[in-house]
T-cell receptor, first 115, second 112 residues
């Protein structure tokens, strides 16, 4: 079946602009995670959604970052007033539910470049 | 944040040899352990998961977990040039819905 999809695949923006990144999870999956992968920093957790519950935002690096998930499905990660240090690959993963036995499978990612 | 440590490498092994990749973690309440393979420019691909002490084998891959030593490893037997990639170790706890905490990865090069 279809996996997690993300769009755009690449985004180049100028410093100070806002960007929106989209994640389409696997149909029926209630859990959704955003991560980012920066050079030299590895893969880091950003935010977690489970169903209609309030998201866990503990990984967001600053208040310029926000995310929403509409109807428990599609999620949008928004970065306001982008900075060069925001340049990274942003990855999304979805799961049928939460729990430590669940294996996370990633979408193809969005490569963000801030000039 | 609790740490997941990996040797960055590169680890170079000849084709047909066993590649041994190691990972240590600091959070004793870590519950699940994963190995991902990542080719350049691609997203991470799950290759192994392990949840209890001991060995778990899947084809040419064996994951080993020792919770007392807070150590997890991945062995790749009969290494192939196509195994050349970065291998990411990830662990989770109940925090943040079992979000994954990743090491920075070990680069593996299998030479023909």
């Amino acid at each position: 079946g279809a996996g997690v999809s993300q769009s755009p695949s690449n985004k180049v923006t100028e410093k100070g602009k806002d960007v929106e990144l989209r994640c389409d999870p696997i149909s029926g999956h209630t859990a959704l995670y955003w991560y980012r992968q920066s050079l030299g920093q590895g893969l880091e957790f950003l935010i977690y959604f489970q169903g209609n519950s309030a998201p866990d935002k503990s990984g967001l690096p600053s208040d310029r970052f926000s995310a929403e998930r509409t109807g428990g499905s599609v999620s949008t990660l928004t970065i306001q007033r982008t900075q060069q240090e925001d340049s990274a690959v942003y990855l999304c993963a979805s799961l049928p539910g939460q729990g430590y036995l669940n294996e996370q499978f990633f979408g193809p990612g969005t490569r963000l470049t801030v000039l | 944040q609790k740490e997941v440590e990996q040797n960055s490498g590169p680890l170079s092994v000849p084709e047909g040899a066993i590649a041994s990749l190691n990972c240590t973690y600091s959070d004793r309440v870590s519950q699940s352990f994963f190995w991902y393979r990542q080719y350049s420019g691609k997203s991470p691909e799950l290759i192994m998961s392990i949840y209890s002490n001991g060995d778990k084998e899947d084809g040419r891959f064996t994951a080993q977990l020792n919770k007392a030593s807070q150590y997890v490893s991945l062995l790749i037997r009969d290494s192939q040039p196509s195994d050349s990639a970065t291998y990411l170790c990830a662990v989770n706890t109940a925090n943040s819905g079992y979000a994954l905490n990743f090491g920075k990865g070990t680069s593996l090069l299998v030479t023909p």
